[in-house]
């Protein structure tokens, strides 16, 4: 993975914040003044085999809370969170806090961030905008589009914490199995038989890139499009009550290589309310894309509710032509369900996207027995087969015994100097 931009904490002088534990990556090997447009994309690279797409096959698995029971709650565990809610203490940080097992989604965080792509077709028309204008608010509609899916159940659970070196692999086939024009067609490949296997569609690859403190990168390209998307995400969890609030410190940037742009945005923090009864999510903060080379730049605000009245995951936004400031269009409406956009040049049209109705790709994996041992669902399998199974102990028991794995890895490492490399990613991170 390339182009992992710097990280520090809002806020935080540099002098003062905790140091990752090193990953050992040789950034010396490029040059930080070249942009990302100007280099090739990752799968040009020799070492591209991590995004290969070889023996991979449509994933039929619905990894996401979706898949549990609508009236399942936390009751019949209210003893466990109430034990351990009594020795928590508000704004405690709760990266080092072990979690009951029965709280667990089946699958990892790297999976999880697959998410923002289960809309692919949104991704890759992006690179399609004739202007500036058109590409911004491509990017917009994408931003806005990308969160619904990992949260699509009612009830909350948390995704397994990423052990250091895991990675995470999948692609999607954006071409339809019926596909036949433009629209459910974005890439145009339908008879094109000279276009190679691996240029239909978008592939994806995640990694965690650092333990202390965790911090996932996440890569995803179209190289028929020439576009890519490069992040790193620190998740910083804290305990405010009856709720838990996980901070996503970080940044992505969209690079469109034929025109040279680039797109920085951050990510809005997610609160988990409710622990005690019926756990759910909502999003919440105040966000900005911005295209340095053409001046265009959108402002998001994810509301969360307010004590009394108001509605749920009610999002707005706008965007402006920095240059002018002069506002091009304004966006209002719940981020998993309906958003309009309304534009200031046409006012009498609006646009709705319904995130409901829009099509969720299937990713395509290469099955668990295929994959390598640090691949999240074959590192994971124990554990998950577990939950799956309603059979806790043997979850816990699993799970346990991946993570005191990583704590003697950590140790040896420590004791004989030799420095964690990552795989996937040239992490250069400062917090």
Partial sequence: ???????????????????????GADDSAENPSVSCCEQALISMDKNAGVLCRNGEVTDEVVYSSGEEPEHQSVEEHKSVILHLLSQLKLGMDLTKVVLPTFILEPRSLL??????????????????????????LAVLEFYLTSFHVGRKGSLA??????????????????????????????????????????????????EQISHHPPVSGFYAECPRKKICLNAHIWTKSKFYGMSIGVANV????????????????????????????FPWVELGGKLHITCPKTGYNASVTFHTKPFYGGKLHR?????????????ICKVAGEWNGKIEFNYTSNQEQAKVIDTKTLKVYHKRVRPVLSQEDNESRRLWHTVTSGL????TVSATEAK????EKQR?????????????KPRVSKANLTF
């Fill in 1 to 23: 993975m390339r182009h992992l931009r710097s990280l520090r904490t809002p806020g935080t002088p540099k002098n003062q914040a905790k140091q990752p534990e090193r990953s």
């Fill in 111 to 136: 999976e999880m961030y697959a998410d923002f792509f289960a809309h692919p077709d949104m991704f890759i028309r992006i690179a399609d905008g004739l202007t500036a204008e058109d590409r911004i």
């Fill in 157 to 206: 659970k948390k995704p397994y914490n990423p052990i250091l070196g895991e990675t995470f692999t999948c692609s999607w086939d954006v071409r339809e199995e019926c596909s036949t024009g433009m629209e459910r067609n974005p890439l145009n490949l339908a008879n094109d038989v000279s276009v190679m296997e691996d240029d239909r569609g978008l592939r994806f690859v995640a």
């Fill in 250 to 277: 970080g940044e992505a940037v969209i690079t469109l290589l034929e025109h040279e742009e680039e797109y920085h945005f951050t990510f809005p923090s997610a609160f988990c309310r409710s622990i005690l009864t």
């Fill in 315 to 327: 999002v707005t936004g706008e965007v402006k032509n920095a240059s002018t400031g002069k506002v």
């Fill in 388 to 391: 799956r199974s309603k059979n």
């Fill in 400 to 403: 346990h015994a991946l993570e």
């Fill in 408 to 420: 003697k890895e950590a140790r040896e490492r420590a004791e004989t100097g030799a420095e964690w």
